[in-house]
């Protein structure tokens, strides 16, 4: 049987099931969850904050998001793979992150199909309508018995949930919004985001979509990334409680250099496709469409003298001092993406140009730079592919079942192209290694 079989085998009894709902829940920790009036509302920095805040008052406080969407991973201590959001909420509370804090984890490979990965290990490459159909319906002991055992262990759980409770298409096998708070027993608290507009209309309209009993879950407000006078919000404030009977817990103001992970690349469609005025370094980073942890490259764009950018275009790439060619979670498609947008030629033509342009490939842009890329398992995307690489490097890669996820630490020697003035011997750097059995052979 394969192991994907048996990590959800595992949880197909009624024997199961039967004991969870006998167990005691007031030994347990406490539960709080956090919802948003859509995506990128700030769920995730909000829960940072919460964790950190409740452990300095003194609480074991863990962070729990039962599913999550996205390409930025985290790599915790066993060597499984979590979302990176989840990696950074637990280090807000000082404690090692486990896959209890994030169970299920959807990496998108293409506009309908995702790789879905379960306690840090691949499970499947689904369809939406298959993860639907097939998986969400044997996934609730899955999230809850994690869940379960974080409550075991900690005084506090501050759980994340995901896009919006009032997706009517997605309630009826929610397992990460309403339906999760129900099963949790949990008050919480809805999030919106005033930067974007509308609200108060976001708030008492996702209100209105709830049925009632999820409506009296909902205990307070937060209004997020708020710009401004607040005396001029606060007509709007009282408006709010007088309409819904729930308190405005509190208006966050925007914080735009917070410097914490962003969890998802929707984010990047407000970064900069054109360099910053008066950088000495303009670093230019190709945004193909399944770009996998761009966060690597925040702390590049926290330096003062250097310029990150993500074009998506030939036409934006100009003639930069870097080009770093990123992660992919699905290289083979991302490859053809850079050939159709022109990007492969503009590439050459500006390493051509000029013997100072760096080009850097990381993981999967890495492979691009070789010669030939193989996927004959159909392993990254459920298909297989096959293709030429740009041929910077002698290199051929063939994607092999089973994933790698490993934390490591690498060393960077004397006189490194991009390490100019150093005085040590050798640069130690920490960091992991994630990628789907995939060998490198010089050709």
């Known amino acids: 049987m394969k192991e994907e079989d048996l990590l959800m085998k595992q949880y197909d009894t009624t024997e199961i099931e039967a004991k969870r709902n006998s167990t005691d829940s007031r030994n347990k920790g406490a539960v709080l969850m956090l919802q948003g009036t859509a995506s990128d509302v700030g769920k ?50 000082g404690i090692e992150a486990t896959t209890d804090m994030n169970p299920v984890l959807i990496k998108p490979t293409g506009d309908m199909h995702s790789q879905i990965v379960v306690h840090g290990k691949p499970y499947q490459h689904l369809s939406a309508m298959k993860y639907r159909e097939d998986f969400l319906p044997v996934a609730k002991p899955v999230v809850m018995d994690a869940l379960n055992r974080l409550r075991d262990e900690y005084q506090l759980v501050v759980m994340e949930g995901a896009g919006s409770p009032a997706e009517i298409n997605l309630k009826q096998r929610d397992i990460v919004n309403m339906n999760l708070a129900g099963w949790a027993e949990a008050p919480v608290i809805l999030v919106g985001d005033i ?8 708030l008492v309209g996702t209100l209105e979509l709830l049925e ?111 080009i770093i060619l990123p992660g992919s979670k699905d290289t083979i498609s991302d490859l053809a993406f850079l050939r159709e947008q022109g990007l492969d030629r503009a590439i050459e033509q500006n390493m051509k140009r000029s013997v100072h342009t760096q080009l850097v490939g990381i993981c999967g842009g890495y492979q691009m730079l070789g010669d030939t890329l193989l996927d004959p398992e159909a392993v990254e995307s459920g298909k297989v592919k096959q293709s030429s690489g740009l041929g910077w490097l002698p290199l051929t890669t063939t994607f092999l079942p089973g994933k790698t996820t490993v934390r490591t630490v690498g060393h960077v020697l004397p006189n490194a192209p991009l390490i100019l003035h150093s005085t040590e011997p050798v640069i130690s750097i920490g960091g992991y290694e994630i990628h789907s059995g995939r060998r490198c052979i010089q050709a």
Do not use: H
Request: some cysteine.
């Open 212 to 322: 009632p009993e999820e409506r009296t879950r909902v205990k307070g407000f937060i209004i997020n990334k708020f710009r401004g006078d607040l005396e001029l919000l606060r007509p709007g404030l009282d408006w709010l409680e007088q309409r819904t009977g729930i308190p405005v817990l509190g208006v966050l103001p925007f914080l735009p250099d917070l410097e914490i992970e962003a969890e998802d690349s929707v984010i990047l469609d407000s970064y900069a496709s054109t360099p910053k005025q008066g950088r000495d370094i303009d670093i230019a980073v190709i945004r193909y469409p399944r770009i996998s942890n761009f966060t690597d490259f925040d702390m590049l764009a926290v330096e003062p003298d250097v310029s990150v950018r993500y074009v998506q275009r030939a036409s934006e790439l100009g003639e930069p001092d870097v």
């Open 195 to 202: 930067d974007r507009g509308g609200v108060f209309a976001f």
């Open 44 to 93: 995730s920095v909000i829960v940072t904050a919460l964790c950190r805040i409740f452990v300095q008052d003194g609480i074991r406080t863990a962070p729990y998001k039962s599913q999550n969407m996205a390409l930025n991973s985290y790599v915790t201590a066993d060597g499984r793979e979590i979302g990176r959001a989840q990696g950074v909420q637990a280090e807000a509370c």
